[in-house]
């Protein structure tokens, strides 16, 4: 079975900060990696994915994450985080099967 | 361009009662994912539906059924509501099973009184 494990719950930052957020994930098998965000009281948004070749992927908004195989990580970054940023994140993965196995989420709140 | 579409976007009900959840994927996506969110958790796999037959299964109540039809919406079936069904669920659309990447809806906020 997959798993995914995200390290920080809460993550609070100051505007014009950098943001890691550490995720790792449990499966034997060829994986495909998702981080979504949550803004408040909306949907999940897909912010960008791995499925192969090149591990650092950029997806919208200035987001980027690195997929290490070897520490089965895929950290999501940003090098200045702004206000509108703040939101809740999600670090998914796609193992066996289609469905969608997600993280507990990570509570980011960007202050002035 | 086009989303995936859930009706109703609020429901109140009251315990041992029903509930059915609709979602309309986006324009020729022929699989569809049901996802429930509880307060302040991750979203959990219900099941899944690829050209309305059951493609896959997760951690779905035997009080809650699924299907999806010709046109490929689905629609989930809530019986014997329970005050845990209090949650929030999002339903995905993709084109194709083996697609890499879901869409997800503005989800059904169900809440149980």
């Known amino acids: 079975a997959q798993s995914v494990s995200q390290h920080n719950h809460h993550v609070i930052l100051s505007e014009a900060a950098s943001l890691e957020l550490g995720c790792n994930y449990s499966?034997?098998?060829?994986?495909?990696l998702f981080w979504y965000v949550q803004y408040p009281g909306q949907h999940l948004q897909l912010l960008l994915k791995?499925?192969?070749?090149?591990?650092l992927v950029k997806g919208i908004k200035g987001f980027e994450a690195e997929f290490i195989k070897s520490k089965f990580s895929f950290n999501l970054r940003k090098p200045s985080v702004q206000w509108s940023d703040t939101a809740e994140y999600f670090c998914?993965?796609?193992?066996?099967?289609?469905?969608?196995?997600f993280g507990t989420g990570t509570q980011l709140k960007v202050e002035l | 361009a086009a989303g995936v579409i859930q009706s109703p976007r609020h429901l109140i009900k009251e315990k041992r009662e029903t509930a059915t959840l609709k979602c309309y994927p986006i324009?020729?996506?022929?699989?569809v994912y049901w996802y429930q969110q509880g307060p302040g958790q991750d979203p959990q796999f219900l099941i899944s539906?690829?050209?309305?037959?059951?493609?896959d299964k997760g951690s779905i109540p035997d009080r809650f059924s699924a299907q999806q039809f010709s046109d490929y919406h689905s629609e989930l079936n809530m019986s014997s509501l329970e005050l845990g069904d209090s949650a929030l669920y999002f339903c995905?659309?993709?084109?194709?099973?083996?697609?890499?990447?879901?869409?997800f809806g503005p989800g059904t906020r169900l809440t149980v009184t």
């Open positions: 324009p020729r996506h022929d699989t």
């Open positions: 499966y034997g098998g060829t994986v495909n």
């Open positions: 995905a659309s993709s084109l194709l099973v083996s697609s890499y990447e879901q869409y």
């Open positions: 539906f690829y050209e309305k037959m059951q493609s």
């Open positions: 791995y499925f192969s070749g090149d591990p």
């Open positions: 998914a993965v796609k193992g066996g099967g289609n469905k969608l196995t």
